[in-house]
């Protein structure tokens, strides 16, 4: 209720001090937004002034709140966080000012591929890439080491690091959860053996046709199916599973192997901090890219992250990507990265000494998202998500044999109107 009404009397405290106002909807976070915007008034020396406007927690929330406010042509909305997988459903309508060409060249340069691609929608760059994030590999060293794996030094498989938690009796902790990092799992899995989950993303609804029947799909329910077993590596709590509830088991004895994004680093070094682990809990975490579904198949690592886009209906368009070029300038990205954990889109920033010493792994994350695959970008995507959701839940249930077909023939049934969710 707040972030509605905050824009529109924002706008005329704006209209009558002469001062154009700039309203950015932000994602929350741990203030950074808020301080770049503060920072980019303070260099825009009066052309304009950025002011926040916090979104729900949840992305499926952002996603609902943004989309009904454009629908209905709000002008209030200059500039906008959007996740990636909802920027098809805002610009295929037109509800996302064009990018200029200059300024879609200039936001381009030195940008990660994931990225890139996230940004785009058919084939033009629909919004500003800003920070960018991907899930690695993390891993309990002498977990590793017992198993006589270094995934440092050489690539693992999926099947490997199962083999080495069952050998040791320990968990891996992956997100099993019905929500939408069960999609971000699923859609890596297919990904990473050579697979997309919508082959024509572009297509109208009733003429989308799905990737999961396939030997990528029928390898990802594979690798699901076993770890969901019951009494098997994923542990009884994998049904509801989430990114949290994945690090605290990494994090206890029985931790081993776990996907996850960066945020895990900060975590747990604070943890340390405050007295909560021990240094040797630190000491014992490395961290790959993310796991090969087989051993001659390039990892896909997940893409998340936050884009910038210009509302369609407001009334300073021009500014708002000025505003949103000082947004993402390199210097930004890593004052982001350093403070609020989030990782940068622009190579440039992990060259910033903060950067490395807050996150020493920085240049395998910054490797990662060169390779790392968006989900599938589509206006439909709120069905697609929901229908993996409802299908591949709960891993214990997932077969190669039956989930592939069985949440084709759901997703396909949605999206030409034959049944409901």
């Keep these: 209720m707040g972030a509605a009404v905050a824009a529109p009397l924002a706008a005329c405290a704006g209209s009558g001090s002469g001062t154009p106002v700039l309203t950015w909807y932000i994602n929350p976070d741990d203030g950074g937004q808020a301080e770049i915007a503060k920072q980019c008034t303070e260099s825009a020396e009066g052309q304009y002034v950025i002011e926040t406007s916090l979104l729900p927690r949840d992305a499926s929330a952002q996603r609902e709140q943004l989309a009904r406010r454009l629908a209905a042509k709000d002008p209030s909305i200059d500039l906008m966080s959007l996740d990636p997988p909802f920027i098809p459903e805002m610009a295929e309508p037109g509800f996302l000012a064009p990018v200029p060409e200059d300024v879609a060249s200039r936001v381009s340069e030195n940008v990660v591929a994931g990225a890139l691609a996230g940004a785009t929608w058919g084939d033009e760059l629909v919004t500003v890439p800003f920070w960018a994030n991907t899930q690695l590999l993390w891993y309990r060293k002498s977990v590793a080491e017992a198993a006589g794996l270094d995934p440092a030094a050489a690539p693992v498989t999926w099947d490997q690091i199962i083999t080495a938690a069952q050998d040791q009796d320990k968990l ?43 030997p990528a799909g029928e390898a990802a329910a594979t690798i699901m199916g076993t770890i969901g077993e019951s009494g098997g590596v994923g542990g009884p709590g994998l049904p509801t599973e989430d990114e949290g509830a994945s690090l605290s088991i990494f994090q206890g004895d029985r931790g081993s192997f776990m996907v996850n994004w960066p945020f895990v680093w900060s975590a747990t070094k604070a943890g340390v901090e405050d007295g909560t682990f021990e240094q040797s809990l630190l000491d014992d975490i490395g961290w790959a890219l993310y796991p090969q579904v087989t051993e001659d198949q390039q990892t896909a690592p997940p893409y998340g992250g936050i884009n910038l886009g210009v509302g369609a209906f407001s009334e300073h368009v021009d500014l708002a990507y000025e505003a949103a070029e000082c947004i993402v300038t390199p210097e930004h990205q890593a004052q982001y990265f350093a403070t609020n954990g989030n990782p940068p889109s622009n190579t440039e920033a992990y060259d910033d000494p903060a950067v490395s010493e807050a996150f020493p792994m920085a240049d395998v994350i910054r490797e990662s998202l060169e390779i790392a695959v968006p989900r599938p970008q589509t206006p439909y995507y709120n069905e697609v998500s929901s229908g993996l959701q409802q299908t591949w839940h709960p891993p214990s249930a997932v077969t190669p044999e039956v989930t592939p077909t069985e949440s084709t023939d759901l997703i396909t049934a949605v999206l030409r109107g034959e049944q409901l969710l």
């Design 172 to 214: 891996l902790g992956v997100q099993g959860t019905k929500a939408e990092s069960l999609t971000v799992w699923i859609n890596a899995l297919v990904a990473s053996a050579g697979g997309t989950i919508i082959e024509n993303p572009e297509a109208p609804a009733d003429e989308i046709t799905l990737g999961l029947e396939s």
